[in-house]
């Protein structure tokens, strides 16, 4: 079981503020993590130091040079940056090496695929500028996985999709995790449940759930507000029992 990131009693702060406390960590290749926990929990903290933009006050991060793609939260982007939605696809590769400074034919072979999976490839030419939020959900998504990284981070990414793409999403993520790890943060907890293979609810301290099934009662012990829970009448949002 080869383990691609590892964090140790870590602590993290914005000024005084501590928002992770003594956080450990071990994500392993294959490994499909589910991240819950309220707002302001510290989820986004928490991914901000595993892709070391932001530095902990104390702990180790052992990242043992393993690739990361990440989708970031949409709604946290400046879209108003003048870039058309090919070259955004096409800006995940930017560690890749190029062929006399351009991308490669195989590379906008690979652009061009990608963007036909997600249902995008007819507005490759248009800025970004001039999508929707769900439409940027699935560019960012296919900039995240376009130079096949072995640990796929993805902060939010059914915001703004709607069902039928929530669905399929979680059938790609599905097929990529045959051959990468995915850490899902999502506050939809019963879609999550659903597709995740173990969870870890954060609220400044971590709580690891070494399975995709979790009650209330472990909700509540791990400290992640029960109100997160969407109840019975919404389809595919029912919590599974614990058995
Ligand atoms: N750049 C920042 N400077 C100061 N405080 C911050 C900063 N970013 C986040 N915080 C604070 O840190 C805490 C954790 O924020 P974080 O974004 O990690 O939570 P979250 O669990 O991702 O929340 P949400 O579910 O609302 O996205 C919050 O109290 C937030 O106000």
């Known amino acids: 079981m080869d383990t691609l990131l590892e964090l140790k009693s870590i602590n993290a702060a914005y000024d005084d503020k501590l928002v992770l406390k003594d956080v450990d960590l071990k994500i392993n290749r294959n490994d499909f993590v589910g991240i819950i926990g309220p707002n302001g929990g510290g989820k986004t903290t928490l991914l901000k130091v595993i892709l070391g933009i932001l530095k902990p006050i104390s702990g180790e991060i052992n990242i043992n040079g393993t690739s990361i793609g990440y989708l970031p939260q949409i709604n946290k982007i400046d879209s108003k940056f003048p870039i058309s939605v090919r070259d955004v696809v096409l800006s995940g590769l930017m560690g890749v090496k190029k062929l006399f400074g351009r991308y490669s034919p195989e590379n906008r072979k690979s652009a061009n695929k990608?963007?036909?999976?997600?249902?995008?490839?007819?507005?490759?030419?248009?800025?970004?500028?001039?999508?929707?939020?769900?439409?940027?959900?699935?560019?960012?998504?296919?900039?995240?996985?376009?130079?096949?990284?072995?640990?796929?981070?993805?902060?939010?990414?059914?915001?703004?999709?709607?069902?039928?793409?929530?669905?399929?999403?979680?059938?790609?993520?599905?097929?990529?995790?045959?051959?990468?790890?995915?850490?899902?943060?999502?506050?939809?907890?019963?879609?999550?449940?659903?597709?995740?293979?173990?969870?870890?609810?954060?609220?400044?301290?971590?709580c690891y759930h070494d399975s995709n099934i979790i009650s209330q009662e472990q909700l509540a012990a791990y400290n992640c507000p029960i109100d997160l829970i969407t109840h019975g009448e919404v389809p595919h949002r029912v919590l599974k029992h614990h058995h």
């Open 114 to 206: 990608l963007m036909e999976q997600m249902g995008i490839l007819h507005l490759k030419n248009k800025n970004i500028g001039e999508l929707s939020g769900g439409q940027l959900q699935r560019v960012f998504l296919c900039r995240a996985i376009i130079s096949d990284p072995q640990l796929l981070i993805l902060d939010e990414p059914d915001t703004y999709v709607d069902s039928n793409f929530e669905g399929e999403l979680y059938e790609i993520l599905d097929q990529l995790n045959d051959h990468m790890a995915i850490v899902v943060v999502s506050h939809d907890v019963g879609t999550i449940c659903s597709h995740v293979k173990t969870i870890a609810c954060v609220n400044q301290t971590l």
